[in-house]
């Protein structure tokens, strides 16, 4: 049994495609409008359909205006992200991507719903009948309550200094807690008087996803940092300090927590496995999906009771684990995210025997978990847009019901699309996989949480460069891809991921899914008996196209440069545009816009500009990924990606800008030459630079 986290998400797998020798690499380079050379040798029916791939990307490429491509969170539908309970009856379910509230039944029957703020992603329930909902592009919470028949908005309150709200969680005496993602902060909030806040806060790390309160314990999983952070709340419901850390080398997908009858905190996790990545036969090697539970006594420091690796139990990239204690009898409840499989897990809280298990069949997606009390639990599925209710009054024979989600007014994503997600989201890539010895089974989320980035700093498997986890998201425009752009194109990609997916797991590459293997495919759309290779890989071209950036919460509800980001701007256009080019397409040098023009694009709702070209560059950012430097970066969603720089050794975009050297020739990022004639950032430059970055 391995445990680890490792970060090599498969962004890389295009940068270690040197160790993966393939007659179609060469045409990788070739523009993909290039027709076929006429020959008299045999046309191998790979190549042909590479062909038709490419000629389906340059068709949707030349229809596709970059500027209005709209921003994912509002473009796959209904997504429901959240659940939580009102009273024995009735449940709160937020819908991320219709930015809708519903009320469920004890069914998880749609009773009402409700149109929230843009991109509503978390509930706190106050009272039985009263709540608070909070999304990531808005600064404002509104309370809400619910009179048997309808929702009833209240009133609408704004955190101050602050541009959303990723996670809320209730706490004693009218307080509650709400993450900020953006700046990495948590803030205990109490409504003053009748439009503001009582609000305090701090810095808990980088990229903060979710939180919880038990009792009179705080966890929030700071997920890029790849921790949980347990605070001591008092009676009032401040927080009076950090009472236990519990840190792993990767990413914390999701945790759940309970108290004991002795005080003690059970505490539950799910991630990715704890040993050191293994490239040396050039497939993925340990990076298993793992849980771990813990336990932390009224006093000292939290014990590790077990882990168990999931995904060889069927169960991958876990992010809704469900705790529930009978005395001191526990059970863990893991439904996978990117797999058809839940495991339960029974075991003794004080007891060193492992753990009981039984594997079930279930539905890929689980995004949120609630127990609904006998013997049923709830899920939100934001991969499947449905709510699911899992019914265990025969344990052997758990019955499970899928709630479709109503899309309007956002509707779902096109068949081709939402396969496309689930190849990206589930082991479909790759489904002969195993964990046998250094082996996994893995998704693309496994190092690409939503699409973007998992704080890992990997090694590549090429001398000693190592790169940092890039998002996989707005590739689309952002051509060619990853850091050694190996890839001239998205058919490209589709071709080399499946491939290296499924290396070392003996199976041909090139393969058919049978639908009635994977039932749930049916919810997606998938209506043929049979999904060809040649499908497969268009699929998942066809939703690489859709899947770009979400919108900046900088930019939500805002129009203008402020004096500082303005001054910001002129200090971007002067020192960085030559190679972070204000671009719609990265390769495409005539879909620059100029500066004048740059406020409008970006603090439109797509925020599109790519902010990068196609040109190696050597900017001392060592070592290079290849033999001409690194193809310049995308800084778009700057924010949303940590740690900087290819080598992930700059912590902060104030460490970026303090290293930066440059004259009107040259430009270092990292290592510059001592040369007198080299300018540095002056305290105000960086100050205005920085904020100007945050708005990408």
Not at 219 to 245: P, S
Not at 416 to 437: H, K, V, Y
Not at 485 to 504: K, M, N, P
Not at 590 to 608: D, H, Q
Request: aromatic content about 8%; proline content about 6%.
């Amino acid at each position: 049994m391995r445990r680890g986290f490792v970060a090599l998400g498969l962004s890389a797998c295009a940068l270690t495609l040197a160790v993966v020798a393939h007659k179609t690499l060469a045409r990788a380079h070739a523009a993909p409008c290039s027709p076929p050379v006429a020959s008299h040798e045999p046309v191998d029916p790979i190549d042909a359909a590479r062909d038709r791939l490419a000629e389906f990307e340059r068709q949707r490429r030349q229809a596709t205006d970059f500027a209005r491509l709209p921003p994912a969170n509002l473009a796959h539908g209904a997504d429901p992200y959240a659940l939580a309970q009102l009273d024995d009856d009735h449940f709160v379910g937020v819908l991320r991507g219709a930015s809708m509230l519903v009320v469920l039944d004890r069914n998880l029957r749609e009773l009402t719903r409700a149109v929230v703020p843009e991109s509503a992603v978390t509930v706190a329930v106050t009272h039985a009948d009263e709540f608070w909902v909070g999304g990531e592009l808005s600064p404002a919470l509104t309370r809400y309550r619910f009179d048997g028949s309808r929702l009833i908005p209240l009133e609408s309150r704004k955190v101050p200094q602050i541009f959303g709200i990723r996670a809320l969680s209730a706490g004693p005496r009218g307080a509650f807690y709400a993450l900020d993602v953006h700046d990495g902060r948590l803030l205990t909030l109490r409504p003053r008087g009748k439009a503001d806040f009582e609000a305090s806060s701090r810095v808990v790390g980088h990229g903060p996803i979710s939180l919880r309160r038990v009792g009179s314990f705080l966890i929030v999983n700071a997920f890029l940092d790849h921790c949980l952070i347990v605070y001591r709340l008092n009676a009032r419901g401040d927080i009076e300090g950090e009472r236990a850390r519990i840190t792993h080398d990767g990413p914390i997908w999701g945790f759940d927590a309970a108290l004991t009858a002795r005080g003690e905190l059970a505490l539950s996790a799910t991630g990715v496995e704890d040993h050191p990545l293994d490239r040396s036969d050039g497939s993925f090697g340990n990076i298993d999906s793992f849980a771990f539970q813990y336990l932390l006594p009224r006093s000292g420091d939290a014990k590790l009771l077990w882990s168990a690796n999931t995904s060889e139990l069927g169960v991958v990239t876990p992010k809704a684990p469900l705790l529930r204690l009978d005395g001191d009898t526990a059970h863990l409840f893991v439904p996978g995210y990117g797999s058809d499989h839940a495991v339960e897990f029974s075991f003794e809280l004080h007891s060193s025997a492992a753990p009981a298990k039984t594997i079930e069949p279930f539905s890929p997606g689980a995004s949120a978990a609630l127990d609904l009390g006998l013997g049923r639990f709830g899920f939100a599925d934001p991969l499947l847009d449905a709510w699911l209710l899992r019914q265990t009054n025969d344990p052997l024979d758990p019955k499970i019901q899928m709630r479709p989600v109503e899309a309007e007014p956002t509707p779902r994503a096109p068949k081709d699309e939402r396969i496309g997600e689930a190849l990206f989201f589930t082991t479909l890539m790759a489904p002969g996989n195993s964990s046998e010895g250094k082996h996994s089974r893995f998704t693309c989320e496994t190092c690409h949480f939503e699409g973007y980035v998992d704080g890992r700093v990997h090694h590549t498997g090429r001398g000693d460069v190592r790169v940092s986890t890039k998002p996989l998201r707005g590739l689309f425009n952002n051509r060619p891809h990853f850091s050694r752009a190996l890839d001239a194109d998205l058919a490209s990609v589709a071709q080399h991921e499946f491939r290296v997916a499924g290396l070392g797991n003996g199976k041909d590459a090139w393969f058919s899914l049978r639908v009635e293997d994977f039932p749930w495919l049916a919810a997606l759309g998938a209506s043929d008996a049979e999904l060809d290779p040649e499908s497969l890989r268009r699929d998942l071209i066809a939703f690489l196209m859709g899947f770009s950036h979400t919108t900046n919460p900088a930019v939500a509800l805002r129009s203008s440069f402020s004096d500082s980001e303005r001054r910001g701007a002129v200090l971007f256009r002067d020192h960085c545009a030559r190679c972070h080019a204000a671009r719609f397409s990265t390769d495409v040098p005539a879909s620059a816009v100029p500066f004048e023009a740059w406020e409008a694009a970006i603090f439109s709702r797509e925020g599109a500009l790519v902010w990068a070209s196609a040109e190696y560059q050597k900017t001392g950012v060592t070592p290079y990924v290849h033999e001409l430097g690194a193809r310049t970066p995308s800084l778009r969603r700057l924010y949303a990606k940590w740690p900087h720089f290819t080598n992930g050794s700059a912590g902060s975009v104030a460490a970026v800008l303090s290293r930066a050297r440059f004259d009107g020739a040259r430009f270092f990022h990292d290592n510059a030459p001592a040369d007198p004639a080299l300018n540095a950032l002056s305290e105000s430059e960086a100050r205005d630079l920085g904020a100007f970055l945050d708005l990408l």
